[in-house]
């Protein structure tokens, strides 16, 4: 038989950092580098249905922190697996 996945390591001791397996990596890449297009696309979409100046205001700033939270997400997993692999 073939080696088995490991798809979680144990949780990390107090005060210490958690090593994700590669597993883990690469499928919170396959999970979060996807939504970056998407949330951009997602804001446009609301800017471009808001009709007055707080429509627009809330349309913005919900648009941009999702962009930012989906793009600094993907970056930090993406590197994280960059650099595990060096």
């Known amino acids: 038989m073939g080696r ?3 798809w979680k390591n144990t949780p ?3 005060g210490q950092p958690y090593c994700p ?3 883990e990596q690469v499928a919170n890449c396959a999970t979060h ?3 970056v297009p998407i949330s951009v696309y997602g804001l446009f979409r609301l800017y471009s249905k808001a009709t007055n100046l707080v429509e627009v205001s ?3 700033v919900y648009g941009l922190a999702i962009v930012f939270l ?3 997400s993907s970056a930090f997993h993406v590197s ?3 650099a595990r692999h060096r």
């Open 4 to 6: 088995a996945i490991r």
């Open 80 to 82: 994280s697996l960059l």
């Open 58 to 60: 809330a349309a913005v």
């Open 33 to 35: 580098v996807p939504w």
């Open 21 to 23: 397996t590669t597993v």
């Open 70 to 72: 989906f793009f600094t």
């Open 12 to 14: 990390a001791p107090s």
